[in-house]
């Protein structure tokens, strides 16, 4: 029942399906089920107290008798990177008893290509069954943008990768009943190097921005001109550059596809270390800006993995804070949507640059544009501050007095 399962079970439970969730959180079942969720991700409470209203959704810790189980649990990776399975297994495990003969498993989990055929399938089928013969198993990755999930879930094309060509249909007919986007059809080893495709292709582009960053900065002019002025190309089409790559889908699914086959991941590969090594050095250019006080105090702007939502794991500002503080560094960090972080958050934007030398703006979240300098100015101790992500104009806060950094753009 994460940020996958729940709408997903709002969605089938509104095109008419009776639905039973199914999560081993008890604090997360219990408020799933007296429909108190948070309201970070729009549309979504409300459309779990309609589904509660008119009986189509349960909750529980445990799996009961269905005709279709849909598996979307996490596939996070190891400390050596390697793809842990250990909540798909389980996941899949935990259903074998109520599996039945006719019944259809969907897997929507990211997961290594190959995984559905030789992971999923010989699981379930410890129930004593067999997968094809007895019951369908097909891989259907969700595609949901977070902070769009409710419109994305019923409107993105989907890829249905069954096992067999029966299981194939089946989860079609299942996933055509909500959705609205075209469904395209495969094998489930084709759909699971889709989803990878996809989420590695943005990690690769957005670390080649980054590269294109760096450059430019060592070259002296600025990434946000090149970017913009590439992207008038009709056939370039970079992202940003920015202090990092965050969150639990891009960093992470690259992996799988290097756990496939390293020899061929190089480049997959050096995308990552690129991404990854954002924050380093946005806490160099930040102890640079410090000019040599000794412990300097660092006030960093946005601690979510990127603008305009409240989730903060595995975000840039979790490795800026490491380096920082490795340095001597000390650091406070503010941000309007996120409630919970560590170091814990600093409630007020003031508060959180009193008496600091230097303001990071990590995340472009829409409450920054709107900063005034001129009074957080007046409590600070130094006045410097670095745009990792080109939101500031630069003419205000200079105005205000700042000595003013943007992320790959000369002084
Ligand atoms: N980022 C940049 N530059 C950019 C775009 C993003 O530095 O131009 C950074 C963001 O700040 C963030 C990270 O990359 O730290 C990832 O952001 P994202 O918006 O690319 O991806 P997610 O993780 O929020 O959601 C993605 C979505 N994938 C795509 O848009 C292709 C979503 O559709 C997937 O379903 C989801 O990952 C997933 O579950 O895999």
């Known amino acids: 029942m994460g940020y996958v399962g729940l709408p997903?079970?709002?969605?089938?439970?509104?095109?008419?399906?009776?639905?039973?969730?199914?999560?081993?959180?008890?604090?997360?079942?219990?408020?799933?089920?007296?429909?108190?969720?948070?309201?970070?991700?729009?549309?979504?409470?409300?459309?779990?107290?309609?589904?509660?209203?008119?009986?189509?959704?349960?909750?529980?810790?445990?799996?009961?008798?269905?005709?279709?189980?849909?598996?979307?649990?996490?596939?996070?990776?190891?400390?050596?990177?390697?793809?842990?399975?250990?909540?798909?297994?389980?996941?899949?495990?935990?259903?074998?008893?109520?599996?039945?003969?006719?019944?259809?498993?969907?897997?929507?989990?990211?997961?290594?290509?190959?995984?559905?055929?030789?992971?999923?399938?010989?699981v379930l089928e410890e129930s004593g069954l067999k997968?094809?013969?007895?019951?369908?198993?097909?891989?259907?990755?969700?595609?949901?943008?977070?902070?769009?999930?409710?419109?994305?879930?019923?409107?993105?094309?989907?890829?249905?990768?069954?096992?067999?060509?029966?299981?194939?249909?089946?989860?079609?007919?299942?996933?055509?009943?909500?959705v609205t986007g075209t469904l395209h059809e495969s094998d489930a080893t084709t759909a699971e190097m889709v989803k990878l495709a996809e989420n590695t292709y943005r990690d690769v582009n957005i670390a080649l921005a980054n590269t294109i960053a760096n450059i430019s900065e060592s070259v002296g002019v600025s990434a946000w001109d090149v970017v913009e002025m590439a992207n008038k190309h009709p056939r370039v089409d970079l992202l940003k550059p920015g202090p990092g790559v965050g969150g639990h889908c891009i960093p992470v699914d690259p992996w799988f596809l290097v756990a496939a086959d390293e020899t061929s991941s190089g480049l997959i590969q050096s995308a990552r270390s690129v991404n990854d090594g954002q924050p380093s050095l946005i806490a160099r250019m930040a102890l640079t800006v410090a000019d040599g006080v000794a412990s300097?105090?660092?006030?960093?702007?946005?601690?979510?993995?990127?603008?305009?939502?409240?989730?903060?794991?595995?975000?840039?500002?979790?490795?800026?804070?490491?380096?920082?503080?490795?340095?001597?560094?000390?650091v406070t960090v503010h941000d309007p949507q996120v409630k919970s972080f560590t170091p814990s958050l600093t409630e007020n934007v003031v508060d959180a640059v009193t008496d600091a030398d230097v303001i990071v703006v990590m995340v472009a979240h829409p409450e920054y544009d709107v900063l005034d300098p001129a009074?957080?100015?007046?409590h600070m101790r130094a006045r410097s501050v670095i745009d990792t992500s080109n939101i500031l104009d630069r003419d205000v806060w200079t105005g205000a007095g700042f000595d003013f950094h943007r992320y790959a753009e000369p002084n």
Do not use: W
Request: proline share 6%; charged share 20%; hydrophobic share 40%.
């Open 8 to 122: 997903a079970a709002i969605m089938f439970g509104k095109a008419g399906h009776t639905v039973h969730g199914v999560d081993i959180n008890t604090a997360l079942v219990n408020s799933i089920n007296k429909g108190e969720i948070g309201a970070e991700e729009p549309g979504l409470r409300d459309a779990l107290a309609e589904a509660l209203a008119n009986d189509r959704l349960s909750v529980s810790e445990t799996p009961s008798a269905a005709d279709v189980f849909v598996i979307a649990v996490p596939t996070p990776i190891n400390d050596d990177h390697s793809p842990d399975l250990s909540y798909v297994v389980n996941a899949c495990r935990s259903i074998t008893e109520s599996l039945a003969a006719g019944n259809l498993v969907v897997i929507e989990s990211t997961i290594p290509p190959g995984v559905t055929v030789n992971t999923v399938a010989p």
């Open 296 to 330: 300097p105090r660092i006030a960093i702007l946005g601690a979510a993995y990127k603008p305009g939502v409240s989730d903060a794991r595995d975000s840039p500002t979790a490795h800026l804070v490491r380096v920082l503080s490795e340095a001597d560094a000390q």
């Open 131 to 178: 997968a094809g013969g007895d019951f369908s198993l097909a891989y259907c990755p969700e595609r949901v943008l977070p902070g769009n999930v409710m419109a994305e879930i019923v409107g993105n094309d989907r890829i249905i990768g069954g096992i067999d060509s029966e299981s194939t249909n089946r989860a079609a007919e299942l996933y055509r009943s909500f």
């Open 375 to 378: 009074r957080l100015a007046s």
